[in-house]
């Protein structure tokens, strides 16, 4: 069987495809755009040192632009603290009273909860503000 050099040009790109869904690097994809490119390159009968050059630095400017995109955008707070992925941050419990270790047992939604303060003053009961969940406690701040 006598392959044409688009033909390896497509076999790459497809396996880059198939490891960036096996492993979820999107940097893969990146690198799929170049081979695709020194495919299209093969398709208009340029010279296998064009094709390589042509899938390395569309590959590589995809790379790059990627990767200076995701630098520049904000970090998005961890799942325990950022109000899109707990809708539970941001709502207010009531805390009677507070233990010396800093923790407390409030009723939220139904159920009992302990709560940790979270704050740089000392711990005063009243209305606080769920500032963060944790597997089995909630980290509270006092309500500005």
């Given at each position: 069987m006598d392959w044409s050099a688009s033909?390896?040009?497509w076999l790459?790109?497809?396996?880059?495809?198939a490891v960036e869904l096996a492993t979820g690097s999107f940097y893969l994809l990146m690198l799929a755009v170049g081979?695709?490119?020194g495919?299209?390159?093969a398709h208009l009968g340029l010279g296998p040192s064009v094709q390589w050059i042509t899938a390395a630095l569309v590959g590589a400017g995809c790379?790059?632009?990627?990767?200076?995109?995701?630098?520049r955008s904000p970090r998005s707070a961890l799942s325990a603290a950022n109000k899109d992925a707990n809708m539970d941050i941001g709502e207010t419990v009531q805390v009677p009273a507070w233990n010396t270790d800093g923790s407390a047992r409030v009723s939220y939604r139904?159920?009992?909860w302990t709560v940790r303060y979270v704050g740089n003053a000392a711990p005063a009961p009243g209305p606080h503000v769920i500032v963060s969940v944790q597997s089995g406690w909630l980290g509270v701040a006092p309500t500005p």
């Open positions: 033909t390896v040009w790459l790109t497809g396996a880059l495809v081979t695709t490119a495919a299209l390159a790379t790059a632009t990627w990767h200076l995109q995701r630098a139904g159920a009992s």
